[in-house]
């Protein structure tokens, strides 16, 4: 990919709760590639987030590390790090919720055309487990 790409972001997260419930959600989105600083960025807008409106998404990441960062209708940043958890606050206009992501895998292929980024975490709210997810994120340029 050149440094600035037009790109198509796909996204499927996979959540499973506690009780065995099994959720998925699908995205694809027009966006844009930039690679500055030996560090990746892909930035796109997320319609149905949120009933609120539009969020605009950066995911900015390189070998060891993930950073999704969402500003809009939510305010949310996660970080995710092999066998490492973080913590982050998750403004909604409803109110202001604690997230813990505990990283149990991060895998990357960054070498080939298509960029793809594989996580494993467990989630937290409030200090309470709430499930096991998956986030599968393919990014694309486009011709």
């Known amino acids: 990919m050149k440094e600035m790409s037009p790109v198509l972001v796909r996204v499927k997260g996979v959540q499973k709760t506690p009780d065995g419930e099994e959720n998925t959600i699908r995205t694809e989105?027009?966006?844009?590639?930039?690679?500055?600083?030996?560090?990746h960025y892909v930035l796109?807008?997320?319609?149905?987030?949120?009933?609120?409106?539009?969020?605009?998404?950066?995911?900015?990441?390189?070998?060891?590390?993930?950073t999704l960062l969402r500003h809009g209708a939510v305010e949310q940043t996660m970080e995710f790090m092999p066998?490492?958890?973080?913590?982050?606050?998750?403004?909604t206009p409803?109110?202001?919720?604690?997230?813990?992501?505990?990283t149990e895998f991060l895998g990357m292929d960054l070498a080939s055309e298509v960029k793809s980024l594989t996580v494993e975490y467990s989630l937290a709210v409030e200090g309470v487990h709430q499930s096991q997810n998956s986030l599968f994120i393919e990014v694309a340029e486009i011709d």
């Open 29 to 39: 989105a027009m966006g844009r590639y930039i690679f500055r600083g030996g560090k």
């Open 44 to 66: 796109y807008e997320e319609e149905g987030l949120s009933e609120a409106g539009k969020v605009s998404t950066t995911l900015k990441f390189d070998e060891e590390k993930l």
């Open 83 to 91: 066998r490492r958890e973080s913590r982050s606050p998750y403004r």
């Open 94 to 102: 409803i109110g202001i919720l604690n997230l813990a992501v505990r």
